[in-house]
């Protein structure tokens, strides 16, 4: 199963970016997995509602244009369901099986997603209530993904 987390703003802090590369290498050995960043709009720090939401729909698209019809997409959106480290590991599970080509895992910027990516998504998770700045999302996405894999096979890990 290939893995792709879509990330809509870019990764930027250096700190964030080696722990995210340091678990997408540790992954390496349980799936194929890659990480895509960097397709926010620039929006001015006053801009509208409207041109708020006229960027989103932009971010959307090209998010929309990515993915397959034959791949699951899971949402972070804090709406979403909450699951332990044990329960999204049951979760891989079932993506693993599912017979799809892919496994998109999206992350929006501090304006969030557009309804229409919100709408495509097989899933939607929460890490949390509380909310956390895109590069931190997916480090802990990440590490996440790799502690399921490492419950799936058995193998010890920190609890």
Aim: glycine letters at 8%; aromatic letters at 8%; charged letters at 30%.
């Amino acid at each position: 199963m290939k893995y792709r987390i879509i990330s809509v703003g870019k990764i930027r802090e250096p700190f964030y970016l080696e722990g995210i590369n340091e678990y997408l290498k540790r992954l390496g050995p349980y799936t194929n997995i890659e990480l895509l960043d960097g397709l926010e709009e620039k929006i001015s720090p006053r801009a509208s509602e409207k041109e708020i939401q006229k960027f989103l729909k932009k971010e959307g698209d090209k998010i929309l244009n990515l993915l397959g019809k034959d791949e699951i997409v899971v949402v972070l959106d804090i709406k979403g369901m909450q699951l332990t480290s044990e329960g999204l590991a049951e979760q891989i599970t079932v993506w693993n099986t599912s017979g799809k080509s892919r496994i998109n895992l999206i992350i929006g910027d501090a304006y969030g997603l557009c309804d229409e990516v919100k709408k495509r998504a097989d899933y939607k998770i929460s890490f949390s209530h509380m909310t956390f700045p895109h590069q931190m999302a997916v480090l802990i996405l990440t590490e996440q993904i790799y502690r399921g894999f490492k419950i799936l096979k058995g193998e010890p890990y920190h609890h």
